[in-house]
Protein backbone atom coordinates (compact mmCIF):
# COMPACT_ATOMS: atom_id res chain seq x y z
CA UNK A 1 0.00 0.00 0.00
CA UNK A 2 1.27 3.39 -1.19
CA UNK A 3 2.09 5.65 2.05
CA UNK A 4 1.42 9.51 2.02
CA UNK A 5 3.21 10.85 5.05
CA UNK A 6 1.74 14.52 4.65
CA UNK A 7 -2.17 13.21 4.50
CA UNK A 8 -1.42 10.86 7.81
CA UNK A 9 0.09 14.20 9.30
CA UNK A 10 -2.81 15.76 8.58
CA UNK A 11 -5.26 13.32 9.41
CA UNK A 12 -3.24 12.85 12.78
CA UNK A 13 -3.80 16.86 13.76
CA UNK A 14 -7.65 16.57 12.55
CA UNK A 15 -8.23 14.10 15.59
CA UNK A 16 -5.97 15.57 17.77
CA UNK A 17 -8.06 18.94 17.29
CA UNK A 18 -11.11 17.07 17.62
CA UNK A 19 -9.74 15.41 20.95
CA UNK A 20 -9.38 18.97 22.36
CA UNK A 21 -12.69 19.48 21.08
CA UNK A 22 -13.86 16.56 23.03
CA UNK A 23 -11.92 17.71 26.30
CA UNK A 24 -13.30 21.02 26.18
CA UNK A 25 -16.97 19.52 25.72
CA UNK A 26 -16.27 16.89 28.56
CA UNK A 27 -14.88 19.38 31.07
CA UNK A 28 -17.84 21.50 30.13
CA UNK A 29 -20.09 18.65 31.00
CA UNK A 30 -18.48 18.02 34.56
CA UNK A 31 -18.27 21.42 35.36
CA UNK A 32 -14.28 21.24 35.70
CA UNK A 33 -12.76 25.26 35.57
CA UNK A 34 -9.26 23.59 35.72
CA UNK A 35 -10.50 20.43 33.17
CA UNK A 36 -11.77 23.52 30.75
CA UNK A 37 -8.90 25.47 30.89
CA UNK A 38 -6.08 22.69 30.30
CA UNK A 39 -7.88 22.97 27.07
CA UNK A 40 -6.30 26.42 26.72
CA UNK A 41 -2.63 27.70 26.13
CA UNK A 42 -1.02 29.14 28.63
CA UNK A 43 -1.32 32.67 27.13
CA UNK A 44 -4.57 31.86 25.74
CA UNK A 45 -7.19 34.81 24.76
CA UNK A 46 -10.77 33.80 25.68
CA UNK A 47 -14.21 35.92 24.82
CA UNK A 48 -17.11 34.38 25.57
CA UNK A 49 -20.82 35.47 24.03
CA UNK A 50 -21.26 38.29 25.82
CA UNK A 51 -18.06 40.06 24.62
CA UNK A 52 -16.00 39.62 28.05
CA UNK A 53 -12.60 39.05 27.23
CA UNK A 54 -10.17 36.62 29.69
CA UNK A 55 -6.87 36.23 29.26
CA UNK A 56 -4.23 33.33 30.07
CA UNK A 57 -5.19 29.98 31.42
CA UNK A 58 -5.04 30.84 35.24
CA UNK A 59 -8.07 33.75 34.25
CA UNK A 60 -9.98 31.72 31.84
CA UNK A 61 -10.23 29.02 35.22
CA UNK A 62 -10.81 31.72 37.37
CA UNK A 63 -13.44 32.91 34.93
CA UNK A 64 -15.66 29.59 34.63
CA UNK A 65 -15.27 28.32 38.17
CA UNK A 66 -17.91 30.34 39.59
CA UNK A 67 -20.25 29.53 36.55
CA UNK A 68 -19.60 26.17 36.60
CA UNK A 69 -20.79 26.28 40.46
CA UNK A 70 -23.53 28.47 39.73
CA UNK A 71 -25.45 29.58 36.47
CA UNK A 72 -24.25 26.62 34.61
CA UNK A 73 -24.09 23.80 37.55
CA UNK A 74 -26.84 21.57 35.80
CA UNK A 75 -25.85 22.55 32.33
CA UNK A 76 -25.27 20.08 29.37
CA UNK A 77 -22.94 21.23 26.37
CA UNK A 78 -22.55 19.43 22.79
CA UNK A 79 -20.58 20.46 20.16
CA UNK A 80 -19.62 19.01 16.21
CA UNK A 81 -16.58 20.50 14.49
CA UNK A 82 -18.12 22.21 11.28
CA UNK A 83 -14.47 23.24 9.94
CA UNK A 84 -10.73 23.09 10.14
CA UNK A 85 -8.87 25.46 8.51
CA UNK A 86 -4.92 25.03 8.57
CA UNK A 87 -3.64 28.39 8.63
CA UNK A 88 -0.28 27.09 8.93
CA UNK A 89 0.77 23.37 9.31
CA UNK A 90 0.98 23.90 13.35
CA UNK A 91 -1.89 27.07 13.66
CA UNK A 92 -5.33 26.11 12.34
CA UNK A 93 -8.92 28.05 12.18
CA UNK A 94 -11.65 25.41 13.79
CA UNK A 95 -15.61 26.31 14.07
CA UNK A 96 -17.90 24.30 16.42
CA UNK A 97 -21.29 24.57 16.33
CA UNK A 98 -22.88 23.93 20.05
CA UNK A 99 -25.93 23.70 21.93
CA UNK A 100 -26.68 24.06 25.23
CA UNK A 101 -29.45 22.31 27.79
CA UNK A 102 -29.91 22.99 31.68
CA UNK A 103 -28.50 26.74 31.85
CA UNK A 104 -30.14 28.79 34.42
CA UNK A 105 -30.17 32.81 35.00
CA UNK A 106 -28.59 34.02 37.56
CA UNK A 107 -32.00 33.97 39.88
CA UNK A 108 -31.90 30.30 39.39
CA UNK A 109 -34.77 30.36 36.52
CA UNK A 110 -34.49 27.22 34.05
CA UNK A 111 -33.28 29.10 30.42
CA UNK A 112 -34.43 27.71 27.00
CA UNK A 113 -31.87 25.52 25.00
CA UNK A 114 -29.22 27.17 23.98
CA UNK A 115 -27.29 27.36 20.56
CA UNK A 116 -24.13 29.07 19.30
CA UNK A 117 -20.83 28.92 17.22
CA UNK A 118 -17.38 28.48 18.80
CA UNK A 119 -14.19 30.11 16.58
CA UNK A 120 -11.14 28.59 18.22
CA UNK A 121 -7.70 29.07 16.65
CA UNK A 122 -5.49 26.02 18.18
CA UNK A 123 -1.97 25.60 18.11
CA UNK A 124 -0.17 22.24 17.82
CA UNK A 125 2.38 21.79 21.45
CA UNK A 126 5.53 19.61 21.02
CA UNK A 127 3.87 16.94 22.12
CA UNK A 128 1.71 16.44 19.50
CA UNK A 129 -1.66 17.65 21.04
CA UNK A 130 -3.50 20.60 20.42
CA UNK A 131 -3.95 23.64 22.94
CA UNK A 132 -6.35 26.64 22.39
CA UNK A 133 -4.29 29.91 21.80
CA UNK A 134 -7.55 31.93 20.74
CA UNK A 135 -11.59 31.91 21.58
CA UNK A 136 -14.41 33.96 20.76
CA UNK A 137 -18.03 32.11 21.28
CA UNK A 138 -21.36 33.76 19.45
CA UNK A 139 -24.73 32.89 20.89
CA UNK A 140 -27.13 32.61 18.11
CA UNK A 141 -30.79 33.08 18.21
CA UNK A 142 -32.97 30.52 16.74
CA UNK A 143 -35.63 33.28 15.09
CA UNK A 144 -32.18 34.77 13.35
CA UNK A 145 -30.12 31.84 12.48
CA UNK A 146 -30.27 31.13 8.95
CA UNK A 147 -28.78 27.77 7.40
CA UNK A 148 -25.00 27.73 6.28
CA UNK A 149 -25.17 28.91 2.83
CA UNK A 150 -24.45 26.11 0.38
CA UNK B 1 18.61 58.53 17.89
CA UNK B 2 18.50 54.86 18.55
CA UNK B 3 16.52 52.53 15.67
CA UNK B 4 15.24 49.52 16.85
CA UNK B 5 13.90 47.65 13.21
CA UNK B 6 11.68 45.25 15.11
CA UNK B 7 9.50 48.04 16.69
CA UNK B 8 9.43 49.88 13.55
CA UNK B 9 7.97 46.66 11.79
CA UNK B 10 5.23 46.07 14.43
CA UNK B 11 4.06 49.60 14.21
CA UNK B 12 3.93 49.38 10.68
CA UNK B 13 2.26 45.80 10.68
CA UNK B 14 -0.23 47.54 13.40
CA UNK B 15 -1.09 50.64 11.15
CA UNK B 16 -1.38 48.27 7.94
CA UNK B 17 -4.02 46.37 10.15
CA UNK B 18 -5.98 49.52 11.20
CA UNK B 19 -6.02 50.66 7.46
CA UNK B 20 -7.50 47.35 6.55
CA UNK B 21 -10.70 47.78 9.16
CA UNK B 22 -10.46 51.50 8.44
CA UNK B 23 -10.83 50.03 4.74
CA UNK B 24 -13.76 47.39 5.70
CA UNK B 25 -15.93 49.85 7.60
CA UNK B 26 -15.47 53.10 5.00
CA UNK B 27 -16.81 49.86 2.04
CA UNK B 28 -19.80 49.12 4.43
CA UNK B 29 -20.59 52.48 4.66
CA UNK B 30 -20.71 53.43 0.80
CA UNK B 31 -22.02 49.91 0.89
CA UNK B 32 -19.86 48.88 -2.22
CA UNK B 33 -20.02 44.90 -2.17
CA UNK B 34 -16.87 44.79 -4.06
CA UNK B 35 -14.59 47.51 -2.19
CA UNK B 36 -15.68 45.30 0.46
CA UNK B 37 -14.80 42.08 -0.65
CA UNK B 38 -11.11 43.64 -1.36
CA UNK B 39 -10.21 43.69 2.34
CA UNK B 40 -10.37 39.92 2.25
CA UNK B 41 -7.95 36.85 1.19
CA UNK B 42 -8.81 34.69 -2.41
CA UNK B 43 -10.04 32.13 -0.32
CA UNK B 44 -11.15 33.52 2.89
CA UNK B 45 -13.91 32.28 5.38
CA UNK B 46 -16.38 34.98 6.12
CA UNK B 47 -18.95 33.63 8.89
CA UNK B 48 -21.70 36.69 10.05
CA UNK B 49 -24.06 36.96 12.93
CA UNK B 50 -26.29 34.21 12.08
CA UNK B 51 -23.60 31.49 11.54
CA UNK B 52 -23.96 31.61 7.95
CA UNK B 53 -21.21 30.94 6.04
CA UNK B 54 -19.50 32.05 2.75
CA UNK B 55 -15.58 30.85 0.67
CA UNK B 56 -13.72 33.34 -1.19
CA UNK B 57 -13.76 36.68 -2.43
CA UNK B 58 -16.11 36.38 -4.86
CA UNK B 59 -19.15 34.50 -2.49
CA UNK B 60 -18.17 37.37 -0.19
CA UNK B 61 -19.02 40.02 -2.47
CA UNK B 62 -22.14 37.86 -3.71
CA UNK B 63 -23.14 37.72 -0.26
CA UNK B 64 -23.32 40.80 0.64
CA UNK B 65 -24.28 43.06 -2.34
CA UNK B 66 -27.96 41.92 -1.85
CA UNK B 67 -28.08 43.07 1.56
CA UNK B 68 -25.84 46.71 0.73
CA UNK B 69 -28.89 47.48 -1.65
CA UNK B 70 -31.57 46.00 0.82
CA UNK B 71 -31.77 46.07 4.59
CA UNK B 72 -28.15 47.60 4.95
CA UNK B 73 -28.58 50.23 2.14
CA UNK B 74 -29.06 53.25 4.75
CA UNK B 75 -26.97 51.20 7.54
CA UNK B 76 -23.83 53.27 8.94
CA UNK B 77 -20.85 51.22 11.13
CA UNK B 78 -18.38 52.49 13.02
CA UNK B 79 -15.52 49.82 14.15
CA UNK B 80 -12.76 50.15 17.38
CA UNK B 81 -10.14 48.33 17.25
CA UNK B 82 -10.28 46.18 20.84
CA UNK B 83 -7.04 44.15 20.35
CA UNK B 84 -4.19 42.68 18.16
CA UNK B 85 -2.37 39.40 18.87
CA UNK B 86 0.42 38.03 16.51
CA UNK B 87 0.04 34.49 16.31
CA UNK B 88 2.86 34.91 13.63
CA UNK B 89 4.87 38.11 12.33
CA UNK B 90 2.69 37.69 9.30
CA UNK B 91 -0.42 36.27 11.25
CA UNK B 92 -2.99 38.42 13.62
CA UNK B 93 -5.97 37.81 15.51
CA UNK B 94 -7.60 40.85 15.62
CA UNK B 95 -10.99 42.07 17.34
CA UNK B 96 -12.52 45.27 17.20
CA UNK B 97 -15.85 46.61 18.16
CA UNK B 98 -18.72 47.47 16.24
CA UNK B 99 -21.93 49.49 16.50
CA UNK B 100 -24.30 50.28 13.71
CA UNK B 101 -27.32 52.65 12.58
CA UNK B 102 -29.60 52.80 10.05
CA UNK B 103 -30.23 48.92 9.18
CA UNK B 104 -33.66 47.58 8.95
CA UNK B 105 -35.72 44.47 8.38
CA UNK B 106 -36.54 42.56 5.06
CA UNK B 107 -39.97 44.65 5.35
CA UNK B 108 -38.22 47.78 5.60
CA UNK B 109 -38.91 48.47 9.01
CA UNK B 110 -35.96 50.45 11.14
CA UNK B 111 -34.03 48.46 13.65
CA UNK B 112 -32.44 49.61 16.74
CA UNK B 113 -28.77 50.35 16.96
CA UNK B 114 -26.92 47.12 16.68
CA UNK B 115 -23.34 45.93 18.06
CA UNK B 116 -21.04 43.42 17.89
CA UNK B 117 -17.70 41.74 18.29
CA UNK B 118 -15.85 41.42 14.78
CA UNK B 119 -13.25 38.93 15.14
CA UNK B 120 -10.43 38.36 12.48
CA UNK B 121 -7.60 36.46 11.79
CA UNK B 122 -5.30 38.70 9.28
CA UNK B 123 -2.47 37.84 6.93
CA UNK B 124 0.25 40.63 5.75
CA UNK B 125 0.34 40.08 2.14
CA UNK B 126 3.57 40.77 0.10
CA UNK B 127 2.89 44.03 -0.54
CA UNK B 128 3.11 44.71 3.26
CA UNK B 129 -1.01 45.33 3.43
CA UNK B 130 -2.65 43.17 5.42
CA UNK B 131 -5.80 41.01 4.26
CA UNK B 132 -9.02 39.23 6.07
CA UNK B 133 -8.35 35.48 6.36
CA UNK B 134 -10.89 34.75 8.35
CA UNK B 135 -13.96 36.70 10.07
CA UNK B 136 -15.80 35.62 12.39
CA UNK B 137 -19.27 38.75 13.70
CA UNK B 138 -20.74 38.42 16.53
CA UNK B 139 -23.74 40.62 17.75
CA UNK B 140 -24.11 41.46 21.12
CA UNK B 141 -27.62 42.08 22.56
CA UNK B 142 -27.86 44.96 24.90
CA UNK B 143 -28.81 43.29 27.95
CA UNK B 144 -26.34 40.19 28.24
CA UNK B 145 -23.18 42.43 27.05
CA UNK B 146 -20.84 42.75 30.20
CA UNK B 147 -17.94 45.43 31.02
CA UNK B 148 -15.08 43.66 28.93
CA UNK B 149 -13.63 41.50 32.38
CA UNK B 150 -10.53 43.58 33.66
Given at each position: ?29 T ?28 N???F ?87
Amino acid sequence: MPQNPAADAHEKNRAAIGQTVANFVSAWNTHDAHAFAAAFTEDADFTNVAGTHANGRANVEAFHAPMFAGVFKDSHQSAVIRSIRFLRSDLASVDADWQMTGAKTPDGVARPPRQGLLDFVMARQNDGSWLIEVLHNAELSNSSAAPPAK
